[in-house]
């Protein structure tokens, strides 16, 4: 079995888990509190982020995408239609963009500082960063989340999945993300049914089972949080 | 010939010119200020950012890594010993790993604070952000440049290319990143032997010599930026 270093709260990690169970494979998990620089982690990823996961013969393979590139180069590649991601260039090109999109941009504007002010933030030492909530971040991304919503929206509803006809990346992408925000009670589904009616999809999915029964230290999810029929 | 959206300034752009320079194809450069939100760019790229790449057909390729993948995807895999990538997943990974280092942990630590405060600002209208440089946005740039260029010059001196025994994109993330904090006179050589060797070699290629004759507006390179022997 392999391991995965990750957070219960971090998009790109859920990304990752939901990945390898679609695939059917267990990940051994070890939460890792990237914020405390724990050496033997850092001498692993000296970036210092997360994921990491320890592939075949314990070597470190680093970020979100680049485990999702090589996941699909060792395994993707003999699953058929079941494959979370295709063979043309171009389509590949479009599930890397939306991939990006939710995990670099979104991850950017939104979900990172929602997840560090909010849930964060509270448990870290003061020299690694914590304190008290600072409320002009969280307005800030709660002011960019209708924005990522809309998008969602437009292409859950032009779209059966995302990128297209499958269920690929992007979707594992955009509904980690989306996951993450409504664990937090940051989503309005009312607005929203086309994201609602693909995110309920995903969420039916028994690889997101073990992502509707993380709980973080001190933050309860939002009462549907779990719910299918929400 | 395939279009290129960049900024000169922009190392995620250098790295993407590089790479087609490498293959010896050649691109139609569009320059592109991505603050000004062109309704035209954001027709082909709603994320508003840079590279893109309007490949065959004009599809739109957004971002520098996805356009990389694309670019082995269609050219690479038949270059055999002049190819950036390689086959094994694991040096895959490696180099990928390497490519976001550069381009998205020493961008949103140094470059993007430096290349804003110091080339952009100054020319932005106010309502895109444009003013007076922000000295505390700079010093905290400029602290981070050691970390990074004690980190190349430790790849440097291990391994002859910095993911191993060829050239790959990793070398392009990071020379592209370095060329632009040279270009700014950001960085102290004198310290970092082993990482002046290397990227005396890499300034030497062919495929530099477009990016050694940028210049940007109001602001001259510092006196050796094109110098091959410096």
Not at 3 to 26: D, I, M
Not at 111 to 134: C, F, I, N, Q, Y
Request: net charge positive; glycine share 6%.
């Amino acid at each position: 079995m392999l391991t995965l270093f990750h957070h219960p709260l971090f998009a790109s990690c859920r990304f990752v888990r939901l990945a390898f169970g679609e695939y059917g494979e267990e990940l051994a998990l070890i939460e890792e509190k990237p914020w405390m620089r724990r050496k033997e982690f850092l001498s692993l990823n000296p970036a210092g982020n997360l994921p990491v996961l320890l592939a075949e013969g314990d070597v470190p393979i680093v970020g979100a995408s680049v485990i999702a590139e090589y996941l699909d180069e060792t395994r993707g590649v003999l699953k058929r239609d079941k494959r979370l991601f295709v063979e043309g260039s171009m389509e590949r090109a479009e599930i890397r963009r939306l991939t990006d999109w939710y995990l670099v941009k979104a991850e950017s504007e939104v979900t990172r500082h929602l997840v560090r002010e909010r849930a964060l933030k509270p448990h870290m030492p003061a020299e690694a960063g914590g304190g008290s909530p600072d409320s002009t971040a969280i307005r800030a991304a709660r002011a960019n989340i209708r924005q990522h919503m809309k998008y969602t929206n437009w292409l859950a509803g032009t779209r059966h999945w995302l990128a297209g006809s499958r269920l690929t990346y992007a979707d594992l992408a955009a509904a980690a993300t989306l996951s993450v925000l409504d664990y937090l009670g940051e989503i309005d589904w009312r607005e929203h049914v086309a994201a609602r009616e693909w995110y309920t999809r995903l969420k039916s999915r028994p690889s997101f089972r073990p992502l509707l029964a993380d709980r973080v230290r001190g933050l309860s999810p939002v009462s549907h949080y779990a719910d299918l029929d929400f």
